[in-house]
């Protein structure tokens, strides 16, 4: 025999529940309309009885009261009194009339009739008596058959109607009653009922109930990572089928948790053996900047512990100093940090030997770009920051002895030019012209190598003072409007010159008829100075390298130029706490960026500003100045810029 479906199950379960509960219900409602019924019968019966004859019984003593009041020698307020009263009196008689129903009320009503005509009759003979006469007090007293007769006669009778419709409003109510006290029985056995079938359908809903109870367990557990549930299969029901399926769903995701987990752990031990291939340190840090992996280098160099059972470091790392601030913008902003001057390289030493290390820091987002992190390397530029400091050192070594030999040389040509040993011949004279250009194109060249190199070895002191970038723009243009910009800090010889070099390359590299637009503006404590030319442009693949040290454009370098230019103007704005930038487009035009900091107190304390910034500056201020200006490519070169 095929078992019962749950479906069938919980229809056989329900539906006695749910017959009692029709039946329980019919029976109310029908208790509720007869009951009702009962009570609108009595206010519709007997009710409307009553009421009329209390309203008759006060009407016919006022009228009695009339006839005392005309025996008393008051005819006028008896006769009024008289009046008023047999109509309301008529009313209630004639409602009466009108509601009989009840055995016996009908003959009550047709005495009530007789007597009412009797005692109107009674009433009119009485007052056709003129006042004072003695005939109405004997029509009113004498017995039987006076008007005093008569009217308890009414009185009696309205009594007797009023109380049979009583009685019969009594009588309704106890059996209203009856009907309470029995529907009160059948709702309690009908409960009692519902009760016993209640407890009795509960076993069918306990089994189907208890294997939701383990499969809902179940989905707990595994929720929780516990894969090694099973649930018992009880019957062949939808129930059993659900636990069976439950089952297979179970077992399959314990094949691919294992599956999983296998792959995650190669790829961790991939990633692991990766990072550890790195001869310089690499680790990778979590977005709450504990450890997750790290090689042998970093392990070594940075004291970086995680043991074998842990996935991470007991401790958030504590980078460097000067990584703090970048490794919490890359795991907060997502900002990269890819330093490239030796001056952000780091110093670590390891076994007695000492280690320069160029930090580079790159988040690490999901396919969502949520951060998941951030990879910290550690570039060895131990080798190369050296031979950078021997390169330096020998260009200023070899510049510095150049230099004197080179200033002897100037003297002595600027002496023969004057004919201090003696008066010169046109040939010699052309001669020692040519030989003091050379000579100051020689001296000036040695003069920007050693300059270089004290910019980058951080030795040259600036003498800082509060300027305005309009004056300094003033040193490179003839014509400027200041538009109240905020002081910069500056050494206004060395910005002068990198202003100078920018413009004499706009001017060689515009042809007649461009322009060149110089202009400055605040925002951010800093100010730009910015020069705009509409010349030849750089193409895209050299704009990386025009800062690098004696590199010229292919085709675009002026005769005599040795490439030191840009790489001086760099290293002076850094050395101000700035930066420079470049955007060109071959065919329309070159602009130049030099970010200043606004001047602060601060600058006033010291001559040289650390190469990281300027420090803190103003609140933000804005304003422009700018000058345009046409001009011949074959131009006179200016020489406040020299």
Known sequence: MKPLSLRARLILTLVPLL??????????????????????????ENYDSVIAMERLNEAVERIDSSFQFAIAGDEKNA???????????????????????????????????????????????????????????????????????????IKGIAASIARLNQDNMEEASR???????????????????????????????RAILR?????????????????????PVTSHDELGQLADSFNIMARQLRDYRQTSYSRLLRAQRTSQATINSFPDPVLVVDSEGYVEMAN????????IHIEKDEQRSRFPWQPPESLRQPLAEALVEQQPYLPK??????????????????????????????TLGAA????????????????????????????TPLTSVRLAVHLLLEEAVGPLTPKQLELLLDARENAERLLTQVNNLLDLTRLEQGAERLELKPEAPRELLARAAEEIQPRKLPLVAADPDRIGYALGNLLENALTYTDRGGRITLSASAANDAVTLTIADTGKGIPAEHLPHIYDKFFRIPGHSAEGGTGLGLAIVREIVIAHGGSIDCQSQPGVGTVFHIHLPVWNDAHGQKSTPPKDGAGSLTPRQQGAISVQQIHESQAQKPTPFA
Not at 27 to 37: Q, S
Not at 211 to 231: E, R
Not at 296 to 303: D, F, S, T, V
């Open 376 to 403: 910290v390397l550690f570039q060895d530029v131990t080798r190369f920051r050296l031979l950078d400091e021997v390169k330096s050192d020998l260009v200023a070594t070899v510049s510095h002895e150049l230099k």
């Open 296 to 303: 042998p280098a970093a392990r070594r160099l940075l004291g």
């Open 175 to 205: 059996h209203a009653s009856r009907l309470a006290r029995n529907a009160l029985l059948w709702f309690a056995g009908g409960l009692a009922l519902f009760v016993i079938l209640l407890a009795f359908i509960m076993w069918p809903i």
């Open 341 to 370: 001057r030796f001056d952000k390289a780091i110093t670590l030493r390891s076994e007695n030997e000492e280690h320069c290390l160029l930090p580079q820091i790159l988040p690490i987002r999901d396919p969502f770009g949520n």
């Open 211 to 231: 294997p939701i109870k383990n499969i809902t367990d179940s989905v707990l557990a595994i929720g929780a990572g516990n894969l090694d549930q099973v649930v």
């Open 79 to 153: 006769r009024q009194q008289y009046a008023e009263n047999w109509p309301e009196y008529m009313k209630s008689l004639e409602l009466e009339r009108e509601n009989v129903t009840l055995p016996g009320e009908d003959d009550l009503v047709r005495r009530l009739d007789a007597a009412t005509a009797t005692y109107r009759q009674q009433g009119e003979a009485f007052y056709a008596h003129p006042p004072g006469d003695p005939k109405r007090r004997e029509e009113y007293f004498q017995k039987p058959g006076g008007l005093l007769a008569t009217f308890k006669e």
């Open 19 to 44: 017959l009692l509960v029709l039946l329980l219900g019919s029976l109310a409602v029908a208790v509720i309309y007869n009951l009702g019924g009962r009570i609108d019968a009595i206010l519709r």
